[in-house]
Each structure stands twice: as structure tokens, then as C-alpha cells.
């Protein structure tokens, strides 16, 4: 099957910081990718989903400002968490999906503390 | 909301069949049944789909009854290793509805 990246698997930051986490398909091109946050002992929720060279589309209760999305190539979207606080802290997961293929391919996560 | 219930666990033997249930009794004619696990603290993994037959592929079985109305996701000989938490999606093929969906899933303990 596709392989999905993420980079990086694990941060720590300061409460206040910006954090950006990269998502790579390696052997496809991802005409849409989605970003999911998980919180502990819960499901995956969808947080956001981006087509290559337009803005995201963010699901009902996420904040755009707070996180970025860029997805501007067919292999790289970056989600950035801007002024992260503890309740940030999170395993983030993004999915690409390429054109004409209805298949979603999941990347590994990235474990997110923010102290 | 998930359009999928699931129990929220089951126990297995090793070397024994999982059998895991899921009910969609509102699916649509054109959405398609989707498994998905995911070990802990990885990314959820692929397992297999269909829409009306039953499928089969190196993973698992997919069993799925003549009014769609629910499925069983056949693991035959389970290991240690299929201990994780397996989620029944129901979508559409394509487009912003092709969106997966997460529910709470079936957590799977295969125990030795």
C-alpha cells in the first residue's frame, strides 16, 4: 500500500510556542490530505481537510487561526499549532488520499506535550 | 456522528477466530463497509472493504449480511499482535462524503 510520513514522531514544547508538523506521501501524489487529533482513551477526530494548492476546510470546532494548514504540493502538507497550550497536547495524525483513488493512507503520528 | 455501532470490547484467544461485529443499519445503497485498526499509538492501518459481497484478502474476511444492514469482520487464527482497536466505517467512494469517520471502535485484547 502508499506510505504515509509524519516528521515528527514526538515533540515537547513551551506552553506559547509554535509547533509544525510535517505530513509526506512518498510514493503517491495526495490531491486531498486530512489531519486528525486523537486524545487519550478516545477516537480520532477529524480536524481539518485540504486540497493541494487551495485553503482547508475545518470541521465544526477547530479553530482555523490556532491550526495552520498548508498543502501547497502533491507530496507535503504541514499543520502548525500556533501558541500551543497544555490542552494542545494531543496524537495528531494526518491521512492523504490521491486523485481518482478513494483510498485513504495514514501516516504513523505525532505525539504532541506541550508543558 | 458515526453511522456504526460497535461493542466497545472483546477478549480472543490466541490461535482462535476474532469475530467482530458491526451495525449500520442506515447505510446507503452507494457506502461502502471499511475496517480500520490501530495498534497503540500508531496510525490506524487499512484492513479491508466491501460493498455487498463477502471479501477476503491476507488480513481478515469481511462478512457482510443481504440487507447491509450489519458486518462481521473475520480475523481467522489471531495473534497477540491483532490486539488493537478496530473500527467499522461506512462511506461513500470519492468526493467530501468519502470522508472517513471515526467511531469508538471494538477494543480487541487477544490474550495468550
Known amino acids: 500500500g502508499a506510505v504515509v510520513s509524519q516528521h515528527p514522531s514526538r515533540v515537547i514544547c513551551k506552553s506559547g510556542t509554535s509547533v509544525k508538523i510535517e505530513c509526506r506521501s512518498l510514493?503517491?501524489?495526495?490531491?486531498?490530505m486530512f489531519w486528525y487529533r486523537q486524545f487519550p482513551k478516545q477516537s480520532l477526530m477529524l480536524m481539518a481537510t485540504?486540497?493541494?494548492?487551495?485553503?482547508?476546510?475545518?470541521e465544526q470546532g477547530v479553530e482555523k487561526d490556532k491550526f495552520l494548514i498548508n498543502h501547497a504540493s502533491l507530496t507535503l502538507s504541514t499543520l502548525t499549532v500556533t501558541s500551543a497550550h497544555p490542552e494542545d497536547s494531543s496524537f495528531y495524525i494526518c491521512?492523504?488520499?490521491?486523485?481518482?483513488?478513494?483510498?485513504?493512507?495514514f501516516g504513523p503520528g505525532t505525539r504532541l506535550t506541550v508543558t | 456522528d458515526a453511522k456504526t455501532t460497535q461493542p466497545p470490547s472483546m477478549d480472543c484467544a490466541e490461535g482462535r477466530a476474532a469475530n467482530l461485529p458491526c451495525n449500520h443499519s442506515?447505510?446507503?445503497?452507494?457506502?461502502?463497509v471499511y475496517w480500520y485498526r490501530q495498534i497503540h499509538s500508531q496510525g490506524p492501518q487499512y484492513i479491508i472493504h466491501?460493498?455487498?459481497n463477502n471479501e477476503t484478502n491476507e488480513m481478515a474476511s469481511l462478512i457482510i449480511t443481504e440487507d447491509r444492514k450489519s458486518s462481521t469482520l473475520i480475523l481467522p487464527h489471531a495473534t497477540l499482535r491483532d490486539t488493537a482497536v478496530y473500527y467499522c466505517?461506512?462511506?461513500?467512494?470519492?468526493?467530501?462524503?468519502?470522508?472517513?469517520?471515526f467511531g469508538k471502535g471494538t477494543k480487541l485484547s487477544v490474550k495468550p
Open positions: 491521512s492523504a488520499r490521491g486523485a481518482g483513488n478513494y483510498e485513504q493512507y
Open positions: 510514493d503517491f501524489q495526495a490531491t486531498t
Open positions: 485540504s486540497n493541494e494548492g487551495s485553503k482547508a476546510t475545518y
Open positions: 442506515t447505510i446507503s445503497g452507494n457506502e461502502y
Open positions: 466491501g460493498l455487498k
Open positions: 466505517i461506512v462511506r461513500v467512494a470519492g468526493g467530501s462524503q468519502g470522508n472517513l469517520i
